[in-house]
């Protein structure tokens, strides 16, 4: 059992195992910069509230992700590496993080003309925690962490520690720096299909490095499986029609799942004009 972890034999190996050797065209490549103009947002500006809701729908239209700051994390890092009180810290997590993720919807909410708890029902029940590990790899350029895709729920929130993740921008990948503290938020497919494409989904990848493992925890929210999920119809009318067509979310789930390329699954849930 303990050796199919990968975690404890990764160590111990200085060329990576055949299976994990991508072929070139879906090699991470070496020449990633780290981009300097991904949106921090500062979560504490509450003087400009105005203001706030604009530089986060900005983000989530032309990024598809950004990094709030928050001023309480300067106090407590809420970072999950003490499994002795793992189940305890992941309860309190989890609520913080339920805070913060409905803080953020009502300000997309907001930015996007809709009424302040659109996404504070049914579209936002389900929230899963998934912490991810890396550990260190003999050839980065080789191998892929997680390969490219965009997430398939409404929003994802992001922590690393260590550099790992990129985005796909303006033909290519972007690395997004690790802030100590702020999170890394995610526009899932969802939040795209109910804004009718106005807000896009971030198209993302993590690579692995030499040195060090790397862990990252995420927070997906996600509607209920039986929830109908559809372009709001506040931003659908004449000259907008909807792009897409209504479908409960476990179909598109498991269409994701079935075709493991997450264009393919927002493809498939298209009207074809
Ligand atoms: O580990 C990361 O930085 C990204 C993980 C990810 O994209 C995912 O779990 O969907
Ligand atoms: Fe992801």
Request: hydrophobic residues 40%; glycine residues 6%; negative net charge.
């Amino acid at each position: 059992m303990a050796n199919m972890l990968v975690s404890s034999w990764a160590k111990n190996v200085d060329t990576i195992p055949e299976n994990y050797v991508m072929p070139p065209d879906k090699r991470p490549g070496e020449l990633v910069s780290v981009g300097s103009n991904i949106p921090v947002i500062d979560l504490a500006k509450s003087s400009n509230h105005a203001g706030l809701v604009q530089e986060i729908l900005k983000a989530s239209q032309e990024f598809g992700l950004f990094q709030p700051v928050f001023p309480i994390q300067e106090h407590r890092q809420p970072w999950l590496d003490k499994p002795a009180r793992y189940r305890e810290l992941v309860e309190t997590y989890s609520a913080e993080m339920r805070t913060l993720s409905t803080r953020i919807l009502e300000l997309i909410g907001e930015g996007l003309g809709l009424e302040e708890a659109y996404f504070g029902k049914e579209l936002s029940e389900r929230q899963a925690l998934v912490v991810n590990h890396y550990p260190p790899c003999p050839d980065p350029s080789s191998a892929m962490g997680s390969p490219p895709h965009c997430d398939p729920n409404l929003i994802t929130f992001l922590q690393q520690k260590i550099y790992g993740l990129q985005i796909f921008k303006d033909g290519q990948w972007v690395g997004v720096h690790p802030l100590p503290y702020a999170f890394v938020v995610i526009i899932g497919y969802q939040l795209q299909i109910i804004s009718n494409n106005k807000l896009v989904a971030g198209d993302h990848r993590a690579v692995t490095n030499s040195e060090s493992g790397r862990t990252s925890i995420g927070t997906f929210v996600a509607p209920a499986g039986d929830c109908i999920v559809e372009p709001t119809k506040a931003l659908v009318n004449g000259g907008n029609p909807a792009l897409f067509q209504a479908f409960k979310y476990q179909e598109f789930l498991d269409d994701f799942v079935a075709k493991k390329d997450s264009q393919k699954t927002l493809e498939a849930f298209k009207i074809n004009c």
